[in-house]
């Protein structure tokens, strides 16, 4: 029984016909933030609502971090804070 081979497969297989040069092709990085800038915090919540943050950054094709700190920024607002911004700018 013959065997069928996936095209795709085959084209892994083969063998490039000239290696880019590496530095070409990969872009410089990002420094590393310093770990003394961000912290990291764990929130408990109901599954609901965690599932809601999700959506809600799915539907704006964001993060579900950027959404925990749009909802941050207000209640420091309302808190007369001034925001994540003022916060840090302290």
Do not use: C, W
């Not at 083969?14 to 764990?42: F, G, I």
């Not at 941050?72 to 001034?82: A, I, P, S, W």
């Amino acid at each position: 029984m013959p065997s069928k081979r996936n095209a795709a497969l085959s084209a892994i297989g083969a063998a490039p016909s000239s290696a880019p040069d590496p530095s070409e092709t990969v872009p410089p990085l990002k420094p590393p933030q310093h770990a003394k800038s961000v912290a990291k915090v764990m929130v408990y919540m109901p599954a609901k609502v965690a599932r809601k943050f999700k959506e809600m950054a799915f539907t704006e094709d964001r993060k579900a971090n950027d959404v925990y700190l749009d909802a941050l920024d207000l209640y420091l607002r309302q808190q007369g804070h001034g925001g994540i911004k003022e916060v840090v700018g302290r």
